[in-house]
């Protein structure tokens, strides 16, 4: 069972559950939809991390290596900076998350299946 998330999350649920299915690219709409929306939020600055997280997620897929650790890395380091930002709960969730993405962008030889679970994600 997931651990509990605050209120206000529920727009990254479509996001993630498309990611939980490796629907890499839909999962990139869901989240820039939910950030976009809610842009100037907390819960909108995790979408858009989450939404670099996928479009990583994409470029590997299609073979661009240098577009999937940029975005990658990318993705990690924000995770990690709002991690820092969160309540303990979601802090928690976004920490280990971060690190999972930092060690994907960063392997020598990234396959999609070992992207990051989407158990850490909160919502």
């Known amino acids: 069972m997931s651990a509990p998330v605050p209120s206000g999350w529920s727009a990254l649920r479509a996001g993630t559950d498309l990611y939980a299915?490796?629907?890499?690219?839909?999962?990139?709409?869901?989240?820039?939809a939910a950030w976009r929306a809610r842009h100037e939020s907390f819960e909108g600055?995790?979408?858009?991390a989450l939404a670099q997280l996928?479009?990583?997620?994409?470029?590997?897929?299609a073979g661009r290596s240098a577009g999937f650790r940029s975005l990658g890395t990318k993705s990690g380091k924000r995770l990690h900076?709002?991690?820092?930002?969160?309540?303990?709960?979601?802090g928690a969730r976004l920490k280990e998350l971060a690190r999972r993405v930092a060690e994907w962008a960063a392997s020598a030889d990234p396959k999609p299946a070992e992207r990051p679970s989407a158990a850490s994600i909160p919502g």
């Not at 490796?22 to 709409?29: L, T």
């Not at 996928?54 to 897929?61: K, Q, R, T």
Request: proline letters at 3%; aromatic letters at 2%; glycine letters at 6%.
């Open 21 to 32: 299915r490796g629907e890499m690219h839909a999962a990139h709409e869901a989240w820039e």
């Open 45 to 48: 600055q995790v979408a858009r």
């Open 54 to 61: 996928a479009a990583a997620g994409v470029h590997l897929e």
């Open 81 to 90: 900076e709002l991690a820092a930002q969160a309540e303990p709960v979601v």
